[in-house]
């Protein structure tokens, strides 16, 4: 079965707000075996609103509609729904006597805006919404049903949990959609792709392929449908065990864990312990090690060492290496690792040091020149890399390779 997602508000569409509630309808579904094929948002415009309709209905088994349910005259969602539907907004007793006490529980005065929001289209069925007074509503016209739902998210997110996904699961019979998800760094897309490829070509056609690129990795996601998930799931396996065998050392996790979550549980299955040194990066690593609940049982802490004299005074680093060499240099860098894991005394060390930009650098040590180092108490290793001029994207990459020259360090050098 087909669905679409309908979100209304001049708001979405100007900037002000982000459409996180698409993202996570669209989640919600695909766990029950619905396929979003369509996502929109659109204006509060009455006519803009039913052209919507009309168009999803041609598509859809399924169209979801958030936003515009709300007490003032912008709200106009209802209306739209009426003129739609061929129907008329009539007083729902129940939702009134459940305003009215919401209301008055709270002191506030009842006035006829908020009394309102009990008027719903004759031929919806309404939805409870616990945490506010727009109810969902249900709509059926032409084998095709309509949920419309207030875009509040944490609003949203009750009658869709409690309400829209019981009745959608009665009503529709859907098949289960399974993803796998292969999270790779070091490899760029097309690369991996090319890497691939006869992989690829031999792939069963009940598989949907997917590469998903960031600055931090790329996944690769295989998705497959039907009614026999032990089945769907044998598949699935098959093809992640073929791939495991072309891109080994590649492959850090599954299924989104991130590279900060993945070396925690290296570390901690090890009872190993990490510090970190860093420059160029400006204490990013220490803070996606420490975004992870339990990080204190595996990482010791981090020493931010912008100046050359603190690279020297806490780090250790040699006066020698950084006049001869220096600070954005493999000899510093290294020092820079070795160093930290000595003034910590943990089990590994990461260093950075390079040149973040947009302003710097040299025609020797361009914007975007970074050298990495990951180090034990008796080894080092360590890499230069340029990934251009663009601060933000250069500190992310930087931190990321850092992260995964640590896991690769630990489990295969």
Known sequence: MQAEIITIGDEIL?????DSNSAWISEQLNKIGVNVHQIC??????EHIVTAL?????RADLVIITGGLGPTDDDITKKALCKYFD??????????????KFITKYGYELIERNLKQADLPEKCKLITNNYGSAPGMWF??????????PGVPFEMK?????????????HFNTNTILHRTIMTHGIPESYLAEMLNDWDKQLSEKIKLAY???????RLRMSISGDNIDELKQILRDEEEKIKKIIPQDIFAYDDQTLQEKIGLILKERKQTLSTAESCTGGNIAKLITSISGSSEYYEGSVVAYSNEIKNTVLGVKNESLIEHGAVSQKVVEEMALGVTRLMDTDYGIATSGVAGPKGGSKDKPVGTVWIAVASKNKVISEKTAFGNRRDFNIRHSTSKAIDMLRRFILFD
């Not at 948002?41 to 009455?46: A, E, F, L, V």
């Not at 059926?140 to 739902?149: G, H, L």
């Not at 998903?212 to 790329?218: F, R």
């Open 158 to 170: 009750n009658i869709m949990t409690n309400g829209v996904i019981p009745q959608i699961k009665s």
């Open 41 to 46: 948002s659109i204006s509060d415009d009455i």
């Open 87 to 100: 129907t008329k907004l009539v007083r729902n007793q129940d939702l009134y006597d459940k305003i009215v």
């Open 14 to 18: 100007i900037g002000q707000v982000i």
């Open 54 to 58: 009309q168009e999803a209905e041609n």
């Open 140 to 149: 059926e016209k032409n084998n095709t049903i309509f949920i419309s739902m």
């Open 212 to 218: 998903l690129p960031s600055p931090e990795h790329v």
